[in-house]
């Protein structure tokens, strides 16, 4: 299974990016997906997440309103198109994939990151003037 994330790269402030994560060696029906990111020296952090359509999603507070994840299985492709972006928006960002499961919400899989079990390699966003 192999997750590729790429659209990284160095913004303005204001500024807007899309990421892409293409998966591969799974079909993404039967997975949530979700976008995390570690800024230097701090922890990482769920930032958006999706169960099987646009209306099971989550965000974290700090991109509520500003980012929208999305996902077209035909493509095996997720997006994250970043909005208004902030310099503290800065970090590297990575896909994970996990099984769905009844049970979970798309804010579990954000939360509690063990829900994950493919991670792809990152892609670093830079919001800088």
């Known amino acids: 299974v192999l997750l590729q994330a790429s659209g990284g790269g160095l913004v303005q402030p204001g500024g807007s990016l899309r990421l892409s994560c293409v998966v591969s060696g799974v079909t993404l029906d039967y997975y949530a997906i979700g976008w995390f990111r570690q800024a230097p020296g701090k922890e990482r952090e769920g930032v958006s997440c999706i169960r099987r359509s646009a209306d099971s999603t989550y965000y974290a507070d700090s991109v509520k309103g500003r980012f929208t994840i999305s996902r077209d299985n035909a493509k095996n492709t997720v997006y994250l198109q970043m909005n208004s972006l902030k310099p503290e928006d800065t970090a590297v960002y990575y896909c994970?994939?996990?099984?769905?499961?009844?049970?979970?919400?798309?804010?579990?899989?954000?939360?509690?990151?063990?829900?994950?079990?493919?991670w792809g390699k990152g892609t670093l966003v830079t919001v800088s003037s």
């Open positions: 994970a994939a996990g099984p769905m499961r009844l049970s979970y919400a798309s804010s579990y899989y954000c939360k509690n990151s063990d829900g994950m079990i493919y």
